[in-house]
């Protein structure tokens, strides 16, 4: 059974930095790509990074470019965010996820597993 656990959530002020990180299990994910999303009070689930299954691809939600670097493990079942310069608008909850595929997707539909989440918010 696939399982992945985030942690690193936490009250920060603005301007603040956050690490969270991802631990999956139940299978190999060296092929595949994973990615984080988040999901604010009141709106849909948002794309915020995903990288690709070598760690050589990285793509980043416009909102979060210069800010955000998203990371993986060398055994590939880890997964990084680190959280720069951080915003109120920042404030959600976020996701972790891994699909079953190699290529990097924006969309949570393509994602096959999911974390539970971690609370992240930003004080102004």
Do not use: H
């Amino acid at each position: 059974q696939v399982q992945l656990v985030e942690s690193g959530g936490g009250l920060v002020q603005a301007g603040g930095s956050l690490r969270l990180s991802c631990v999956a299990s139940g299978r190999t994910f060296s092929s595949s790509a994973m990615g984080w999303f988040r999901q604010a009070p009141g709106k849909e689930r948002e794309f915020v990074a995903a990288i690709g299954w070598s760690g050589g691809s990285t793509y980043y939600a416009d909102s979060v470019k210069g800010r955000f670097t998203i990371s993986r493990g060398n055994a590939k079942n880890t997964l990084d965010l680190q959280m720069n310069s951080l915003k109120p608008e920042d404030t959600a909850v976020y996701y972790c996820a891994v699909r079953r595929y190699y290529s990097i997707s924006y969309y949570s539909s393509e994602y096959d597993y999911w974390g539970q989440g971690t609370q992240v918010t930003v004080s102004s």
